[in-house]
């Protein structure tokens, strides 16, 4: 988790990683230090703060002990977990595993995901270096980094990680709170508050409005969840209708990035099993079981002959 705040690399990516043991450090951008090693026939590198390099050399030491103990000559993943005397790849819960220790073990319930330590991360990097930097950082193309983090420069002057994780974590509601359902979640207020800067003026008008509201709320639990996912579902199914390039990524792209958000927090609190909430996703894009209200904006699309 200490990696993943430091890279803001995408988790999927970061489960990956190979990991050769045969490496050498690059001093190539300013405060960043490059790890450069072969992984089979090619050959991979990732950057780390210059700070947390003593911190991933401790790291390195650890993780070598670990496997001599075990009496395991090498192991081809840079992360991965022990089950029974024998290394295994880490899973996508990762995160989920360790807020449930943290929990139990110390009593803090603040739940920190891969995935808004790499929106702070994207932020933080935006403000503090330049694109080409940010790209590298965080392994995306300085086009993807100009059109999901140049946002992150209208924060300037909201800096503080507390509030940034705290705005994420009043969202969740307890499904007794006092609370009006909406398509796309909960709302406890009667007209809209903005959450600061953000890409879309909150609207009670518009349910995308709606999400960048102060009073937009969810529950964690399957229906707001098959809410969210139902209405993404949509939302690209209607790229086809967006007016221009700009319009989509003016429009349609800060909807979608806010739904993904909302639907990690809701999963990084949710009780249940996750793979449920999986299943409704597969649910919905395999086999168009949408909200009822998703549901019926479908059927009304297609029966107009805006969808075949």
Known sequence: MLFSANTGMNLGQMLQLPWSG???????????KGIKYRAGKREVVFHISSTFYQTFKKFLLLRQYILDALNIHSYPLLFFKITFNQAEPLSMGIAGDLHRRLNVCFGFDLKITTRMWRAYKGDWLIRNTDVATTSIVLQ????????????????RNDSQIGSFFDSYKAMIIDIHAKAKSTPVGQCIGSSPAAIGDTP????????????????YKVHPDIEDVHKLISFKYLLKESLILAHSEKHFNEKVLPVLNRVEQVLDVIKSNFNGNIGQLDNIERNVFDREILSEYWQMKLDTLIEIGVFS
């Open 200 to 215: 879309i003026e909150p609207d009670c008008r518009t349910l995308e409005g709606c999400l960048f509201c102060k009073n």
């Open 22 to 32: 045969d490496h050498e450090v690059l001093k190539d951008k300013l405060g960043f």
């Open 140 to 155: 995306n193309s300085p086009v993807t980094v100009l059109r999901h983090y140049s946002e992150g420069s209208k924060t």
